[in-house]
């Protein structure tokens, strides 16, 4: 079952948004719980990784910690959490994408806006989910694609980088891609990476946020920056709400 968190200091808005929240899940036939929260301070104090599915956070909460401070915190701990920031300007877009935002909500939020936001995360966490299996060291090796920064090959051999372990395979690069998300991107003849994991573009290399550095091709650099950068602008404009 899911558990869907709002944090909003506002008690109508918070009301507003339970009342959408709750119509969402009964005409989606959707089982879930509804936890609420007044302030960031709150919030972050009683998360616990694992037990919020989905949240719903206003930006800007009076006195204290607002929404921006909260979603940090947030994603320290949880960083695949789908997160929908609730505010009533679109000043910090560049902030939502700094904490992975999936959605940006601009008040008064409607019951179609918010369904849409819904229907993405749900989305968000059934592609968090989806795995790869691999062969390697004679046993089948089950990764989720999300856990995966980038894939290397070297001879006729191939490894799957995490931030936690490698694992070596002797599947090629072009079969592996074939059953790999829509964030991962060809970037090199010896390279896949996963452009979520990645902090921005340097010269020749994707500089990955666990400090890593994926090499970019010489021939056909500008494609594969125009690729990423076409990824990122999607992302953006879904966590806008375009």
Do not use: W
Request: glycine fraction near 4%; charge should be neutral; include cysteine.
């Amino acid at each position: 079952m899911l558990t869907i968190a709002i944090c909003e200091d506002n008690d109508r808005e918070r009301q507003h948004l339970q009342s959408l929240l709750e119509r969402y899940l009964n005409n989606r036939a959707c089982e879930a719980r509804i936890v609420a929260y007044t302030h960031g301070e709150q919030l972050v104090a009683n998360f616990q990784r694992g037990e919020v599915s989905i949240l719903l956070l206003d930006v800007l909460m009076g006195d204290g910690m607002n929404g921006i401070e909260a979603a940090r915190t947030i994603k320290e701990r949880d960083p695949d959490l789908p997160l929908v920031f609730v505010t009533s300007s679109t000043d910090y877009a560049v902030d939502s994408y700094e904490v992975r935002a999936l959605h940006y909500l601009v008040k008064p939020v409607t019951e179609a806006s918010l369904a849409d936001a819904l229907d993405r995360c749900k989305g968000a966490i059934d592609a968090s989910r989806r795995r790869i299996d691999v062969v390697s060291d004679r046993e089948t090796i089950s990764l989720l694609q999300s856990d995966v920064f980038c894939i290397e090959a070297f001879g006729n051999k191939t490894v799957l980088h995490t931030c936690a372990s490698s694992f070596t395979t002797y599947v090629p690069l072009t079969k592996l891609i074939e059953s790999l998300g829509p964030s991962f991107l060809r970037c090199h003849r010896s390279y896949i990476v996963n452009m979520d994991h990645v902090a921005r573009v340097e010269g020749k290399e994707f500089l990955v946020k666990n400090g890593a550095r994926v090499p970019i091709r010489t021939n056909g650099r500008a494609q594969v920056v125009e690729d990423y950068h076409r990824y990122v602008a999607a992302r953006l404009r879904a966590q806008a709400g375009h």
